[in-house]
């Protein structure tokens, strides 16, 4: 007969183990959480693996123990728990109430004793009980029915001992293993054990006197006389210690079994716990069980349940779809395509929802008549009268452009207001928000296609798992269009929603799909160029290290600079020698080869990344590069770019900037390149108000010569090039929140120096001090800053009580509110430019954002009314207290436009 098995958690073990091997997690409140994910983690693979008809979770009281009364020295020294992990102490506790598992805690007694209590009880009873733990003094409960599961490497992996085990490992019973501790003691607890008995000693005395009693009583047998001197002089103190380390077995307290039996746990309470500590992953898995469970029990109770689907296979049906649309007014969306190329994608099937219970599906391979039905669906979405309503817009925008199809009236996107709710996400997925909000499971994209080699060609998808896959996609769309559109609303950020973000993906979209063209030509010449310059780089390193190695590994060059050159190690790694790019520099005048490594890596890296990258992710048809624009990744609201990354460029490099070279305008067509002068330093002007800087941007003065001018106490007229660039440096440093380190690091100067320069900025400037330090005050009231349009970003580590992290918090505080309104104010001058453009019929087209620039490509004859246009809309984007400047330029290339 199978045997009943409990679970034993060691519930301040397993919590420490967690804090400590995890990274620290916050909510965006700045609840820390990382030892409470690890912890449940654990618990739930436990559960999973190990099955148990019974659980109990024992935790240490704050009152005194027996042992602290019998040894007051015990556990003295110990380091306080952090206090970031002793506030997850209760709302651990609270989880595993929703998780309806019983906690176990008596006054006078620690958790190991009601865990000994407890597994004995179970064990006389016939149970299997496993102990889980981080803690080795458990090993002396093991036994063949009791088993101690101690945890590796963190908390990912488990090591399993019953009492063989702990005789095969330390050579001594699981009994004799509390001897061990009374001869050798223990640090952790401060036990004394016997002064100068290691674990070998203490080993052998034991495997020969069998208990630390034995030997006391049998002294004159030990032939070492030291060591004899050593027991003999501390009889007493090696009772002591094997009292102290002896857990009890035998706790008076009053408990019913049955009160540990596994139950149900309490659902509602546990998912909104988990939402409050935005454990989305471990709702996904609460729900994903349910589901399995369901289907196992033939209940059949996914999503699909929920849907009506109506499949569009000819005209007739398309056009009675058509009526119930237009009766309500409005559709979600939601479509597939092959994804082979951007200008030339088929798409395979598009679901739609109409009202809270109707969905329709269009396969597109199935209709007969594909020309007709192209036709019906540009009817459908060019219907501005139709209010339209996705999750990802811009990705529906890019799916009917091949077919010259635009959607209008687009009202809202679930991805992007739930960015704007909260841009510190990871992802934004339509399965993600489900779970979050209505507490449901969807199948995902590898639920649908599959991995690694098994993945498959959404072609080969089944038919009816992708009607499934998309109509569930619109059903929830539309179940969370009102309850993200509410938080909208409460966070006032209705303007920044609806005039800004929601028109802007459309206005990516475009820019996608026109791309920028590149001179291939020019591009494979650079290609061999590059390649001759790393090679003679490459020599030339070797002639100077007089050996040849392998310069891209960061152990072998590190043994050619500090032990066969000699040069000055600055940073050691667990691995060995640190040759990142800081300590390099560093080392620039001390020999030759330094130069040239730092050289070599900046070729390398242009031509691996750019010159190489740029070939491979030519579009075949166009000839033209289509970056992917992202507008729902960075937490300050900047836009970024992929495949590839044209804001990383390494423009301060000559190297870098003849890159450019390569991106240029179609025949008669040129390159617009309207650039924001000192845009972040503007914003920082109108927010603190501060008279100087005022004055500055309002006199159209040169900002870094007057900074320079009041730092250095000169006249504007006598400021030099070198002091004009530290005031630069200080000036954007402010805005990013810069430490003397940081500045002396950035002008190699003292740090003495570099914070009399920040001193004097601030003299000079008093009122950008004060809006940092009402920023920074603001930040830790409420948990977020906000930039002029009410852009949120939560800084949860602004109360952390780690200095760094909370330094870090502190920077970020001060920074966001500039660097995010900018942000704010280049996307407001992306539409505006955007609509002038599509509303005057314009040929000129926006087709590149990088930082504070915008590219236009336009026609010749375009060019002047076209620039004005540009440099009007970016300079009327926002009324701030002193002018936006624009700096415009013209060329064939983005070089020449420089």
Same mark, same amino acid.
């Given at each position: %007969?199978?045997?009943?098995?409990?679970?034993?958690?060691?519930?301040?073990?397993?919590?420490?183990?967690?804090?400590?091997?995890?990274?620290?997690?916050?909510?965006?409140?700045?609840?820390?959480?990382?030892?409470?994910?690890?912890?449940?983690?654990?618990?739930?693979?436990?559960?999973?693996?190990?099955?148990?008809?019974?659980?109990?979770?024992?935790?240490? $009281?704050k009152a005194p123990t027996f042992r602290h009364k019998e040894f007051k020295e015990y556990k003295a020294g110990r380091k306080k728990m952090p206090p970031e992990l002793g506030e997850q102490m209760e709302p651990l506790k609270e989880v595993l109430d929703a998780l309806r598992i019983y906690r176990i805690e008596i006054e006078g007694f620690e958790a190991d004793d009601l865990i000994g209590t407890l597994a004995k009880y179970c064990e006389a009873k016939g149970f299997e009980s496993l102990i889980v733990t981080g803690d080795k003094d458990a090993l002396q409960l093991a036994s063949q029915d009791t088993k101690i599961l101690i945890t590796k490497k963190g908390i990912s992996n488990l090591e399993i001992y019953d009492d063989k085990k702990v005789l095969e490992d330390f050579e001594v019973t699981p009994l004799?293993?509390?001897?061990?501790?009374?001869? %050798?003691?223990? $640090?952790?607890?401060?036990?004394?054990g016997v002064p100068g008995v290691g674990e070998k000693t203490a080993v052998k005395l034991i495997k020969e006197f069998g208990s630390v009693e034995n030997l006391i009583q049998n002294t004159q047998q030990i032939s070492a006389a030291k060591l004899r001197e050593k027991i003999e002089d501390n009889r007493e103190q090696a009772i002591l210690s094997k009292r102290l380390a002896t857990i009890v077995t035998n706790v008076p307290v009053a408990m019913e079994i049955e009160e540990l039996k596994v139950e149900e746990f309490d659902r509602d309470r546990l998912l909104e716990l988990f939402k409050k500590y935005e454990f989305n992953s471990l709702i996904n898995k609460i729900i994903g069980n349910e589901k399995r469970e369901n289907q196992g029990e033939g209940k059949e109770q996914e999503q699909n349940a929920n849907l009506c689907i109506v499949t569009i296979s000819h005209k007739e049906a398309f056009e009675?779809?058509?009526?119930?649309?237009?009766?309500?007014?409005? %559709?979600?969306?939601?479509?597939?395509?092959?994804?082979?190329?951007?200008?030339?994608?088929?798409?395979?099937?598009?679901?739609?929802?109409?009202?809270?219970?109707?969905?329709?599906?269009?396969?597109?391979?199935?209709?007969?008549?594909?020309? =007709?039905?192209?036709?019906?669906?540009?009817?459908?979405?060019?219907?501005?009268?139709?209010?339209?309503?996705?999750?990802?817009i811009k990705k529906e925008l890019l799916h009917f452009y091949p077919y010259g199809i635009e959607i209008k009236n687009i009202v809202f996107d679930t991805m992007i207001g739930e960015y704007l709710i909260d841009p510190s996400k990871s992802s934004y997925s339509i399965k993600e928000l489900a779970v979050q909000y209505l507490g449901e499971n969807l199948l995902d994209e590898e639920d649908l296609r599959g991995t690694g080699k098994n993945k498959l060609e959404i072609e080969a998808i089944p038919r009816e798992k992708l009607q499934t896959y998309l109509c569930q996609q619109v059903r929830i769309i539309n179940k969370l269009t009102k309850t993200l559109d509410e938080k909208i609303k409460?966070?006032?950020?209705?303007?920044?929603?609806?005039?800004?973000?929601?028109?802007?993906?459309?206005?990516?979209?475009?820019?996608?799909?026109?791309?920028?063209?590149v001179d291939k030509h020019m591009l494979e010449d650079l290609k061999i160029e590059f390649k001759e310059k790393?090679?003679?780089?490459? =020599? =030339?390193?070797?002639?100077?290290?007089?050996?040849?190695?392998?310069?891209?590994?960061?152990?072998?060059?590190?043994?050619?600079?500090?032990?066969?050159?000699?040069?000055?190690?600055?940073?050691?790694?667990?691995?060995?020698?640190?040759?990142?790019?800081?300590?390099?520099? $560093?080392?620039?005048?001390?020999?030759?080869?330094?130069?040239?490594?730092?050289?070599?890596?900046?070729?390398?890296?242009?031509?691996?990344?750019?010159?190489?990258?740029?070939?491979?992710? %030519?579009?075949?048809?166009?000839?033209r590069i289509h970056s992917n624009f992202n507008q729902t990744?960075?937490?300050?609201?900047?836009?970024?770019?992929?495949?590839?990354?044209?804001?990383?460029?390494?423009?301060?490099?000559?190297?870098?900037?003849?890159?450019?070279?390569?991106?240029?305008?179609?025949?008669?067509?040129?390159?617009?390149?309207?650039?924001?002068?000192?845009?972040?330093?503007?914003?920082?002007?109108h927010i603190s108000e501060d008279k100087n800087l005022l004055e500055s941007f309002v006199k159209d003065q040169d900002v870094h010569t007057r900074t320079a001018s009041?730092?250095?106490?000169?006249?504007?007229?006598?400021?030099?090039?070198?002091?004009?660039?530290?005031?630069?440096?200080?000036?954007?440093?402010?805005?990013?929140?810069?430490?003397?380190?940081?500045?002396?690091?950035?002008?190699?100067?003292?740090?003495?120096?570099?914070?009399?320069?920040?001193?004097?900025?601030?003299?000079k400037y008093a009122s950008v001090q004060k809006y940092m330090e009402e920023t920074v005050k603001i930040a830790k009231e409420k948990g977020y800053v906000l930039t002029l349009l009410n852009r949120r970003r939560y800084l949860p580590e602004i109360t952390s009580r780690n200095f760094n992290i909370r330094s870090f918090g502190e920077r970020v505080a001060m920074n966001t509110p500039i660097q995010g309104s900018a942000a704010d104010i280049i996307k407001i001058a992306m539409v505006k430019v955007y609509k002038r453009l599509k509303e005057g019929n314009f040929q000129a087209n926006l087709i590149l954002q990088v930082h504070d620039e915008l590219i236009v490509e336009c026609p010749n004859y375009e060019l002047e009314t076209v620039s004005t246009i540009v440099k009007e809309c970016m300079e009327q984007a926002m009324d701030l207290k002193v002018p936006l400047k624009v700096d415009l330029a013209y060329g064939p290339t983005w070089y020449d436009a420089k």
């Open positions: %007969m199978k045997k009943d098995r409990i679970i034993i958690i060691d519930g301040n073990s397993l919590i420490n183990r967690a804090f400590y091997a995890l990274p620290p997690l916050m909510t965006k409140e700045g609840h820390h959480t990382n030892a409470i994910y690890g912890f449940i983690t654990m618990l739930f693979k436990v559960i999973e693996e190990y099955q148990p008809q019974y659980i109990g979770v024992a935790f240490d $009281k004799q293993f509390i001897d061990l501790k009374g001869l %050798m003691g223990d $640090k952790s607890d401060n036990i004394p009675e779809m058509m009526k119930e649309i237009k009766k309500e007014k409005t %559709m979600v969306l939601k479509s597939i395509t092959e994804e082979k190329n951007i200008v030339k994608n088929k798409v395979i099937g598009l679901a739609i929802a109409v009202g809270e219970k109707n969905q329709y599906y269009i396969d597109f391979s199935d209709y007969k008549d594909e020309n =007709e039905l192209i036709g019906l669906v540009k009817k459908l979405l060019e219907d501005d009268t139709i209010e339209k309503v996705s999750h990802d409460e966070l006032q950020l209705l303007e920044l929603y609806y005039e800004i973000e929601l028109p802007l993906a459309e206005v990516l979209a475009s820019m996608e799909f026109k791309g920028i063209q790393i090679d003679n780089l490459t =020599e =030339e390193i070797y002639r100077l290290a007089e050996s040849t190695f392998n310069i891209n590994s960061p152990k072998q060059l590190g043994e050619i600079l500090f032990d066969k050159l000699q040069l000055p190690p600055i940073k050691k790694t667990k691995t060995g020698y640190s040759t990142n790019v800081e300590v390099l520099e $560093k080392l620039y005048d001390k020999h030759d080869i330094i130069p040239k490594i730092l050289e070599y890596r900046q070729v390398t890296k242009i031509k691996t990344t750019y010159i190489d990258g740029l070939l491979n992710i %030519m579009n075949p048809i166009t000839g990744v960075t937490t300050t609201g900047r836009i970024s770019s992929t495949e590839p990354n044209l804001q990383n460029i390494p423009i301060k490099l000559e190297l870098g900037r003849q890159l450019r070279k390569v991106f240029g305008a179609q025949q008669d067509y040129q390159l617009i390149d309207a650039d924001y002068s000192q845009i972040e330093l503007r914003v920082l002007a009041e730092i250095f106490q000169v006249p504007m007229e006598e400021v030099t090039s070198a002091m004009r660039s530290s005031a630069k440096a200080v000036n954007f440093g402010i805005v990013y929140g810069i430490s003397d380190f940081g500045l002396a690091e950035n002008l190699n100067i003292s740090r003495y120096k570099a914070k009399q320069y920040i001193e004097s900025y601030l003299e």
